[in-house]
T-cell receptor
Framework: SQQGEEDPQALSIQEGENATMNCSYKTSINNLQWYRQNSGRGLVHLILIRSNEREKHSGRLRVTLDTSKKSSSLLITASRAADTASYFCANSGGSNYKLTFGKGTLLTVNP | KAGVTQTPRYLIKTRGQQVTLSCSPISGHRSVSWYQQTPGQGLQFLFEYFSETQRNKGNFPGRFSGRQFSNSRSEMNVSTLELGDSALYLC????????????FGSGTQLSVL
């Protein structure tokens, strides 16, 4: 399977804490993306990092990419209860016009 | 701009029946992708269409098919439904220029009884 893996599968933290999720993938990539999904709904794109970038920021989000280790991490700072959701990484997996998603990390932020 | 619209939102079918799901992309987007999401397998790519042509296809049996119309709207069809086809079916649109970000609809929750 081309599917990547997120780690951890589930994460529970308190409001105000930082949350870090990791993602590994198996093939070469053009870019790596992170998406968020609230329970049973569609996915929302959060951030895209290209293969020649090492770090990217967007608001409270920070993404890193290590192509030598085929891994990425998503950091959410100062988390809020509204950040409770599943987070997925996705990559092109060497195939055009297709994204391969990981299994996701379920983040619970307790008020 | 209106977002990606999927209809219906919920669907209940019995084994052996067929089902058609509809997706209207964001205005101006010419690429539509379909994904199946289940608790066990996660998000699995079904197929991608651009200007009425299928450009990529996932590893699903021939019972799963799709098409795209000249206005970029897309439909997917599942024939001879099986219990294992119960899933959230997600449609996503993009401008189709490459592996750029996708805009997802809210999905169709299909239950096969």
């Amino acid at each position: 399977s081309q599917q990547g893996e997120e780690d951890p599968q589930a994460l529970s933290i308190q409001e105000g804490e930082n949350a870090t999720m990791n993602c590994s993938y198996k093939t070469s990539i053009n870019n790596l993306q992170w998406y968020r999904q609230n329970s049973g709904r569609g996915l929302v794109h959060l951030i895209l990092i290209r293969s020649n970038e090492r770090e990217k920021h967007s608001g409270r989000l920070r993404v890193t990419l290590d192509t030598s280790k085929k891994s990425s991490s998503l950091l959410i700072t100062a988390s809020r209860a509204a950040d409770t959701a599943s987070y997925f990484c996705a990559n092109s997996g060497g195939s055009n016009y297709k994204l391969t998603f990981g299994k996701g990390t379920l983040l619970t932020v307790n008020p | 701009k209106a977002g990606v619209t999927q209809t219906p939102r919920y669907l209940i079918k019995t084994r052996g029946q067929q089902v058609t799901l509809s997706c209207s992309p964001i205005s101006g987007h010419r690429s539509v992708s379909w994904y199946q999401q289940t608790p066990g397998q996660g998000l699995q790519f079904l197929f991608e269409y651009f200007s009425e042509t299928q450009r990529n296809k996932g590893n699903f049996p021939g019972r799963f098919s799709g098409r795209q119309f000249s206005n970029s709207r897309s439909e997917m069809n599942v024939s001879t439904l099986e219990l294992g086809d119960s899933a959230l079916y997600l449609c996503a649109s993009s401008d189709g220029t490459g592996n750029e970000k996708l805009f997802f609809g809210s999905g169709t929750q299909l239950s096969v009884l």
